[in-house]
DNA sequence: GTAGACCTACTAATTTATTAGTAGTTTGAA
DNA sequence: TTCAAACTACTAATAAATTAGTAGGTCTAC
């Protein structure tokens, strides 16, 4: 399974939410202390050789974005959070939340009607 | 904030799971190929140094356990999947799982339940 | 009392992750 | 055409994380 530190998967972040990036559209997204074009420059060249980011031409600079199976990753992510948190039960993972975010009745309604449909 | 590395990450699951554990409880309780005694030791010494375990001597022996209120970690670990991922949005999320996981319908008045209970 | 298992504290080597420098190329504006 | 800005590839220094060795203490079983 793929892993990725930190940093790559704070890069990561950055490239799904643009879809794709030049390195200088991530080193801005990065908050400060940004690091230098060159780091950025490395990392995303680690991504590209793990095969969770691809790079295109674009002129003469490369353009990169999500490799298109990599949901695979956030999968892993989401459902690791449910193990490790909540012994795997969705029903718990829901108590949780619905007890932190003070549900509205239309968001009550809402959810109800997405449960619902099959 | 705390941060936890991936090898502290690991060993807080097991304590937490455990309650409370000896180091020879940790090693146990990780996968193969099993880390050195002494260096599970060394990051348990780190993260009571973080202050996310305390230790009580039993006999002549360290047992450890989670800080009680460590589990903010938990919850910014819980709201930081749904940012990333969800956009923060609880009603994503919910939906989201509730496409994976194909419900019975003893699980969909469950969830109901839940979401209706103030 | 001594051998073995297991713990401790301390230290240090190794590996992995992160950072950024150098040098050469392209492009566009003065 | 020449200067500056921004990119590239390549390389290497630094920092952080992970691993485990050494030496010494304690307990238990023989």
Same mark, same amino acid.
């Given at each position: ?15 799904? +939410? ?13 908050? =400060? ?15 590209? +050789? ?41 029903? +718990? ?7 932190? =975010? ?10 109800? +009607? ?5």
């Amino acid at each position: 399974m793929i892993e990725l530190t930190k940093r790559e998967d704070q890069i990561m972040q950055i490239v799904w +939410k643009l879809k794709n990036a030049f390195i200088r559209d991530i080193v801005e997204a990065l908050p =400060e202390p940004k690091p230098h074009y060159n780091t950025v420059a490395t990392l995303v060249k680690i991504l590209v +050789k793990k095969g969770v980011l691809k790079s295109e031409l674009i002129g003469n600079t490369h353009q990169y974005s999500p490799v298109d199976d990599f949901d695979a990753y956030r999968e892993k992510q989401i459902g690791d959070i449910k193990e490790k948190f909540f012994e795997n039960s969705f029903p +718990k993972l829901v108590a949780h939340f619905a007890k932190k =975010e003070k549900l509205t009745d239309d968001e009550r309604a809402e959810l109800i +009607k997405i449960i619902n449909s099959k």
